[in-house]
């Protein structure tokens, strides 16, 4: 069967000279009754650019899924996006050593726009956020369990990115059954996800590879007392502990993340062990109150939501990452380490590292950038899409 075409204006070219994986809506020529799904897409006099996915509600109409002449008369998007899942499957089979929670199909980087499967254990969770694929849901689920060993399949599309392409929110079991969190493990620690109600599809798992650097760093270097702020479930602080820390504040706004910490601690056999604080605390004010306290840490994790969501969002969070940089780096005792995180796109790579020098000036401390990470290899960066590449980590250490 032949698929639709879609026609690029000129206005496109700049986007095909990046090779950016999407096309705008103002790119193209409009045609009406052009179903979500595969369509061929023809640049200016009719020439084959490659076939894509479309979206007719959402402003990014197209998103690239092959270029070149063809042929595509006998295109088949679900045997492709099965072959592109099993693919990425297996590009990750050797993470599965150092951690039983991954990601396995990371949209655009993966060959497969608008999907992503995560795994916890042996249950995965998949999201769409592309209505094209939509239809193929239930296929990857019998994929997920029938060739990929899952023992069940939830949906955790209730993101509200859905609503742009016209898609319903929802989220629920599709294959087996779930009855409660499951049990993962990271490195030795070992921690709960809640894949029916938890953050993202269960978990962040872009800071995997971090949090293990962060407690390997920790032994290394036989750091005592360790903060880690903005703690989430708090595993750069347990694999500190498990990496020898004595002492180890976990800090977060949430009451509810600070009793899934209190978890996670009786899971690794902390939970009775002096030295260990829980506080529920804004921090922003927390890391003053604690300096002017006379606390100084050994360790320091910084690991705060993105505070630029937007580009009109960036001047606040730029303050708002200098204030807490500042003020840890005053916390570090001398020869202390400072892992610092920004999860925010719209603050680039090279903003990030400026702010953070400023808060160095402003803390009046001599810094040693050590070491520049990112997201964990199962997100990986596609060069052409700087969308991608969203995570920095620094590690700094104040002599």
């Not at 075409?5 to 020529?29: F, G, M």
């Not at 270029?67 to 996006?81: E, M, S, V, Y």
């Not at 005792?333 to 610092?340: D, E, K, Q």
């Not at 953070?356 to 803390?363: F, G, I």
């Amino acid at each position: 069967m032949s698929l639709p075409v879609v026609r690029l204006r000129p206005s496109a070219k700049l986007r095909l000279r990046s090779a950016h994986p999407w096309i705008y809506r103002d790119d193209i020529e409009e045609r009406g009754g052009i179903a979500a799904g595969a369509v061929v897409v023809e640049r200016e006099g009719g020439a084959v650019h490659g076939v894509a996915l479309y979206s007719p509600q959402s402003r990014i109409a197209l998103r690239w899924l092959l270029r070149g002449k063809g042929p595509h008369d006998a295109f088949d998007l679900a045997a492709l996006i099965r072959t592109r899942v099993l693919e990425a499957a297996a590009r990750r089979a050797g993470l599965a050593r150092e951690s039983s929670q991954l990601r396995l199909v990371a949209s655009e980087a993966d060959g497969v726009p608008g999907l992503i499967i995560d795994r916890y254990d042996t249950v995965a969770a998949l999201q769409v956020t592309n209505a094209a694929l939509e239809p193929l849901i239930p296929m990857l689920a019998d994929l997920l369990v029938q060739e990929l060993g899952c023992s069940a399949v939830v949906e955790r599309d209730e993101v509200q990115v859905r609503k742009l392409e016209g898609l319903e929110l929802r989220s629920g079991v599709l294959r087996g059954s779930v009855s409660g969190p499951i049990e993962v493990r990271e490195g030795e620690v070992r921690c709960a996800v809640d894949v029916l109600a938890g953050q993202k599809t269960g978990a962040f798992l872009d800071q995997r590879q971090n949090h293990l650097a962060f407690g390997a760093q920790v032994r290394a270097r036989g750091a005592r007392t360790v903060l880690d702020a903005f703690c989430h479930d708090g595993l750069f602080g347990l694999q500190a502990l498990a990496g020898g820390a004595e002492q180890v504040i976990f800090l977060d706004s949430s009451v509810p993340a600070l009793e899934r910490v209190q978890q996670n601690l009786a899971r690794n056999g902390f939970g009775e062990r002096s030295g260990i604080e829980r506080k529920a605390a804004n921090a922003f004010h927390e890391l003053r109150a604690l300096r002017e306290a006379g606390a100084r840490f050994d360790a320091i994790a910084l690991d705060p939501p993105a505070f630029a969501k937007s580009r009109q969002e960036v001047q606040a969070a730029w303050r708002g990452y200098r204030e807490i940089n500042g003020q840890a780096l005053r916390l570090l005792n001398p020869g202390g380490v400072l892992w610092t995180c920004s999860c925010s796109y719209n603050l680039s790579p090279a903003d990030f590292e400026e702010v953070v020098r400023e808060a160095a000036a402003d803390a009046d401390r001599r810094v040693l950038l050590r070491e520049i990470r990112g997201q964990a290899d199962d997100h990986p960066v596609l060069l052409t899409l700087p969308e991608s590449r969203y995570l920095k980590c620094l590690v700094l250490e104040a002599p």
